[in-house]
Every structure is written in C-alpha cells, then in structure tokens.
C-alpha cells in the first residue's frame, strides 16, 4: 500500500513559478512510475509528467515541455514538479500518482492516488 501527499500548490501570477511536492510513504519498487495529472473542472484527469523511479526517464505532456521539470528524490520518497512560466491555463487541482509496473497516461491505469493540491494563476 502507498499514500501521497501533495503539497505546494497556491496563487501565482502569470508568469511565476511554483514547486509541487508528491511524499509516498510506502515501499517504491525500481519498477514503479511515478506521475502528476492535472484536473480542471470536468471529467477527465490529464496527463503533465511522470517519472520512472528505478531509471529516471522523464515524460511530458506538449504543453508543459520546457517550463515544467519533474524529478524524485529516492532518500525522501519524494516527487517533485517544477513549474516555471505558469500561464492561466495551467490552473487546475494537480495530483500524483503511482503505477506499480510502469509508463502510462492513462488515469486508469494509476494504481494510487493523492488528494490534490490546487495551483490558481492569475493576476
């Protein structure tokens, strides 16, 4: 079993940047993919970036290359998501997530959830 916890989110303006933080408590296997989605109101979570815990390979959404930054520290149990030039539409709830066996987008496929962390950016 994992927990997450996010943390970081808050008002920014455009512009700005924040740092999220993703703390498991739980065994993280080499074989685990950790990643953020993001959710505005509506359905569907979306895919922002992940990371492969045992080798490090990093993944983004088009949208967010470039400005975004995800990484893990393995001594802290910790994901991390650096989001630099924020924009109006980066708004959202951000969550993170884990997969026990690796790569995916797909919301569906995540195997546990944190509650979310809200980032809002505005002037």
């Known amino acids: 079993q994992v927990q997450l916890e996010e943390s970081g989110g808050g008002l920014v303006q455009p512009g700005g940047s924040l740092r999220l933080t993703c703390a498991a408590s739980?065994?993280?296997?080499?074989?685990?993919?950790m990643a953020w989605f993001r959710q505005t109101p509506g359905p569907e979570r979306e895919f922002v970036a992940g990371?492969?815990?045992?080798?490090?390979?990093?993944y983004y959404e088009d949208s967010v290359k470039g400005r975004f930054t995800v990484s893990t520290d393995k001594a802290k149990n910790t994901m991390y998501l650096q989001m630099n030039s924020l924009s109006p539409e980066d708004t959202a709830v951000y969550y993170c997530?884990?997969?026990?066996?690796?790569?995916?987008?797909?919301?569906?496929?995540?195997?546990?959830w944190g509650k979310g962390t809200l980032v809002t950016v505005s002037s």
């Open positions: 997530a884990v997969d026990r066996h690796g790569y995916t987008r797909q919301p569906r496929d995540m195997d546990y």
């Open positions: 739980g065994r993280i296997y080499s074989s685990s993919y």
């Open positions: 990371i492969r815990w045992g080798a490090g390979t990093t």
